[in-house]
């Protein structure tokens, strides 16, 4: 049998030919977008057990990888923050637009569900909602799922161009089934192609944005909470009774996405160099435990932990009975593996030759070992240690 990692690439290939045909069964034949749920509901579930499903093959952990080291209730904030900010300016510019030109006879805010019936608003909007969060919630779930198992390979900006190409691919199934119901008989060749493109658009800058979400979090509880509070919006609240056509409502659409993206950069630049800095230490810190633990073939939480604090107090031993110099402290981040052989070694030697050191009363001089001179940033360290094992350390991250 091939190691796991050599199957990463075929399983995900497979699960996405298996999501693209799940959807076009759904949108060709089972149609369960003409329920009341106004989605394909049934291929948006199926899907989700299909990534669960590859997650488990491959042991995946989607429990552990999608809830960054920030919190994910932080990452739904600013992930709404994120959302509704462009929103919010297109909607008053639109509106005062709509003052001046006297285009609406009625201005006024409306929600309006796009599987409206004349059973009441609230069933069609929670029927709505609910399909949506469904949506969601299989498409965010994929993203993530695939960009963790194609960065490793292509990179991330490659991985984030593939899964933006497949979600543009997915986008136009609806439309090809638009054509086939006869959806754009009516409608003049310029407007057909300002909708199919605007659409296609806004759907691969989207896809961009949230994948680069993922990569700056490593959850993909951000890209939900701004995917869903996005459509939701754009959907579902209009400013006058009389929706404006499609076209303009994609335009608009794709405006909105390229503001969110102008407002998300500096955030990605500031995020990307704190996990940048972040990954750096945390290698050092796992250099030095492997040193440590070489001998040992399972490496828990509390031992490494242990370990640690124990190697900094007698580093520090060491370096005030004579063990160490002051300026070989620095070889501890440069080359941990052999610096720490040298100063146990090192501190071996001086330790027996003190043990036995003879009292001038003709006792024996014992020194116990104490945490007296263990650093004062030992205890913040033991515990940046014990962060890193709980969130971040996996070992085929380091292979």
Partial sequence: MKDLKDKKITVTVLLTLVIFILQALDEFLVKSDNTIFGDTVIARILSILMVLAASKVLKFHIGRRCLGRFGWFFELLYGVGFSLAPIVLIYAVELIYFKIKGFYSEISIFLLPPNSTENGLFLALAAYASALAINVFSKELYRGF???????????????????????????????????????????????????????????????????????????????????????????????????????????????????????????????????????????????????????????????????????????????????????????DREPKDFSKGVLQNYSENKEKTEHRRRTDGKRHHRSRSTENVPENAESISKLVDEYFKKQFDKNTFD
């Fill in 146 to 332: 695939v960009l963790n198992q194609l960065c490793n390979k292509f990179g991330a900006r490659k991985s984030n161009y593939i899964q933006a190409i497949f979600f543009t691919l997915l986008s136009f199934l609806p439309v090809i089934g638009a054509f086939a119901n006869g959806g754009f008989k009516d409608m003049p060749t310029a407007d057909v192609i300002i909708t199919v493109l605007a659409s296609a658009a806004a759907v691969f800058v989207g896809s961009m944005r949230w994948g680069y979400y993922y990569k700056v979090n490593g959850s993909i509880w951000m890209a939900i909470a701004d995917h869903f509070v996005n459509t939701l919006i754009m959907t579902c609240v209009y400013l006058s009774p009389d929706r404006l056509p499609d076209k303009w409502l994609l335009v608009k659409s794709f405006v909105i996405q390229l503001i969110t993206c102008a407002i998300f950069i500096p955030f990605y630049y500031r995020r990307d160099r704190v996990n940048a800095e972040y990954e750096k230490e945390m290698k050092t810190r796992h250099d030095v435990l492997s040193a440590m633990n070489e001998s040992e073939v399972n490496l828990d939480e509390k031992k490494a932990s242990n370990n640690y604090l124990m190697m900094m107090n007698e580093t520090e031993q060491a370096k005030k009975f004579g063990g160490i110099k002051q300026n070989e402290i620095l070889d501890f």
